[in-house]
Antibody
Framework: QVQLQESGPGLVKTSQTLSLTCTVS??????????WSWIRQHPGKGLEWIGY???????FYNPSLKSRLTISVDTSKNQFSMKLTSVTAADSALYYC?????????????WGQGALVTVSS | QSVLTQPPSVSGAPGQRITISCTGS?????????VHWYQQLPGTAPKLLIF???NRPSGVPDRFSGSKSGTSASLAITGLQAEDEADYYC????????????FGTGTKVTVL
């Protein structure tokens, strides 16, 4: 079955760029049936959807993050990535990647195990 | 601040039935968008529990059921088991000025 795995630096300096990659295995990211999302969870808090990308490169972002966010896809590597610029301590969180089943609205299944990112000066 | 409100905690004894509410508004659940539910066991990633209001993915016990009415949705767990102790989140879409996928505030289920 499809599995997702996040990777990237666990520590990012304040005002710099947070970069994470999600590697998809057991299935192709190059599918018309799914979108691919990033979701984060602040420590001890709830879930926040960040944004998604389609294999064509089409994106949809959370308006609260849109000005700082870029999500991209590399179909040759079966990966998608996110970059969040000008980070602050408020961006410290557990970041998940997930597959979106296209629906109204999409649902997320499966999820990666998560990557903890701490923003500190 | 999430637009989908859940009770912070719900508890029950083994074997009991509990329900978790997810209250939205006319710009999300009331607008006709479906509700999905996730279970997050301690220290793990969320797992899809219910999709499209009432549907269980393969492998999810039929003790879990979902419903939706008006601007709210509910998750019911019957025959509560110790392994059900987890955080539960609803999810939908909000079509207000800041359109986005939205999650509920989350509910901690404790098995007494």
């Amino acid at each position: 079955q499809v599995q997702l795995q996040e990777s990237g630096p666990g520590l990012v300096k304040t005002s710099q760029t947070l970069s994470l990659t999600c590697t998809v295995s057991g299935g192709s990211i190059n599918s018309a049936d799914y979108y691919w999302s990033w979701i984060r969870q602040h420590p001890g808090k709830g879930l926040e959807w960040i944004g998604y990308i389609y294999y064509t490169g089409s994106t949809f972002y959370n308006p609260s993050l849109k000005s700082r966010l870029t999500i991209s896809v590399d179909t040759s590597k079966n990966q998608f990535s996110m970059k969040l610029t000008s980070v602050t301590a408020a961006d410290s969180a557990l970041y998940y990647c997930a597959r979106d089943q296209i629906s109204s609205p999409n649902w997320f299944d499966p999820w990666g195990q998560g990557a903890l990112v701490t923003v500190s000066s | 601040q999430s637009v989908l409100t859940q009770p912070p905690s719900v508890s029950g004894a083994p074997g009991q039935r509990i329900t978790i509410s997810c209250t939205g508004s006319s710009s999300n659940i009331g607008a006709g968008y479906d509700v999905h539910w996730y279970q997050q066991l301690p220290g793990t990633a969320p797992k899809l529990l219910i999709f499209r209001n009432t549907n269980r993915p393969s492998g999810v016990p039929d003790r879990f059921s979902g419903s939706k009415s008006g601007t709210s949705a509910s998750l019911a767990i019957t025959g509560l088991q110790a392994e059900d102790e987890a955080d539960y989140y609803c999810q939908s879409y909000d079509s207000s000025l800041s359109s986005s996928y939205v999650f509920g505030t989350g509910t901690k289920v404790t098995v007494l």
